[in-house]
């Protein structure tokens, strides 16, 4: 797999990759969403991560390609039985060579499968077991299901984005899933991985979505605790309640992306759109707002995407095209970053970048079980042990 663009050293098969991770050993309990995510970009990073798929397969609410499933890309797999009392002996065997394990169950599930954090503490004092759920280990809803939409529900975020007069928005599943869900565990288990270098000492990360998701609302909190922001959606400054803080339609139905929060950044848009500088003026009087909204859309309706794209490309009035799947790979930009790789498959490039340790996707996503002999091999199972487990039906 190859980067869309020639600057990019941080993405495609590497014939040497050395990402920063190099050397990290992390076991990751096969689940859905935020927890594959967590693990794609540790192994991303150079971690030899070690899926372990269940050897029934599990139940998903969407029927994926497992070879198609870019948030399993650059690991191993291995098929087990956890129900099978010898397969969490040797999960528990493994566990002593690991660095981390990283799970995304629901409170209590790995406790009663006998890999929970104690049992595999006992094994290895230095492991770091981060455990990803909606609403954490604890708390009257911890044993709740909930999706993205229900974690931004109560962490307030999902009450603050939408327009005015309107009901709220989910922002796909991005704020909750993956930002407040795989990249905070991931925060959280290379803070625990770092102290334990220093401790000798492994401990549980309880990363939870909705206090992840919570996390993400601090300056948004600060401009309200300061009467900066009110409760009303859509009428404040970066929620579509101000005019320079909005998506316009051009007049071939595409969409153009308004950012120009700074005072010379607005200036620029004002010219480049050729309003009424005088007329504009005000920017920070929100009494006007809709006004101003109305007339800078009828003005962006006047040309195409492609036109306003020359005219505010290179210039930093913050306007931007808002690009289609189709079309990231191709932005000129993008392009040459190589933010996109596609090989197929359309999927974002590891991040972020290192100067000198790059990152690289260094295996296609793996079908359930396909590295079940090699990769036990590798974690210092001998070839009889393995043919046991397989014999036993532990593995497959």
Not at 30 to 44: E, N, Q, S
Not at 153 to 180: C, Q, W, Y
Request: glycine share 12%; proline share 6%; aromatic share 6%.
């Amino acid at each position: 797999m190859q980067p869309t663009g020639n600057d990019h050293r941080t993405a495609g098969h590497a014939s040497h990759p050395m990402g920063p991770l190099t050397g990290v050993r992390i076991i990751e309990l096969a689940g859905i969403g935020p927890a594959p995510f967590c693990g794609m970009l540790l192994a991303d990073l150079g971690a030899d991560v070690l899926r372990i798929d269940r050897k029934s397969g599990g139940a998903r609410s969407i029927e994926i390609d497992p070879a198609a499933d870019i948030m399993n890309r650059g690991r191993r797999s291995i098929a087990m039985d956890l129900k099978h009392p010898a397969a969490i002996a040797a999960l528990l065997e493994l566990v002593e060579t690991a660095d981390v394990l990283i799970e995304g169950f629901r409170p209590g599930v790995t406790e009663r499968m006998g890999v929970g954090p104690e049992a595999c503490l006992a094994r290895n004092k230095r492991l770091v077991y981060g455990r990803m759920t909606g609403w954490g280990q604890t708390g009257p809803l911890a044993q709740s299901a909930g999706h993205d939409i229900n974690y931004l529900s109560l962490s307030g975020a999902l009450h603050m984005i939408g327009r005015r007069g309107e009901k709220p928005v989910p922002p796909l599943n991005l704020v909750g899933d993956m930002g407040g869900g795989g990249l905070y565990l991931a925060f959280g288990v290379m803070c625990a991985l770092f102290e334990a270098q220093r401790s000798g000492q492994g401990q549980v990360v309880d990363a939870a979505m909705v206090e992840g998701a919570a996390l993400q609302m601090a300056a948004i909190l600060t401009m309200r605790a300061m009467g900066h922001w009110r409760d009303e959606r859509g009428a404040n400054l970066t929620d579509s309640g101000a005019h320079f803080y909005e998506v316009y339609e051009t007049s071939d139905g595409g969409y153009m992306a308004v950012g120009a929060i700074e005072p010379q950044f607005y200036a620029l848009l004002v010219q480049g759109a050729g309003l009424d500088a005088e007329r504009f003026t005000r920017q920070m009087d929100a009494s006007g707002w809709d006004d101003l909204k109305r007339e800078l859309g009828d003005i962006f309706k006047t040309k195409t995407r492609a036109e306003w794209e020359r005219i505010f490309d290179g210039t930093d009035a913050c306007v931007t095209p808002v690009l289609a799947a189709g079309e990231l790979a191709a932005h000129p930009h993008n392009r040459a970053r190589g933010v996109y790789l596609d090989d197929g498959i359309l999927q974002p490039a590891p991040g972020p970048r290192f100067s000198r340790t790059p990152g690289a996707i260094r295996r296609p996503p793996p079908l359930p079980g396909q590295h079940t002999d090699e990769a036990l091999a590798d974690w210092g199972f001998d070839e009889a042990q393995i043919e046991r487990l397989r014999r036993e039906g532990a593995v497959a």
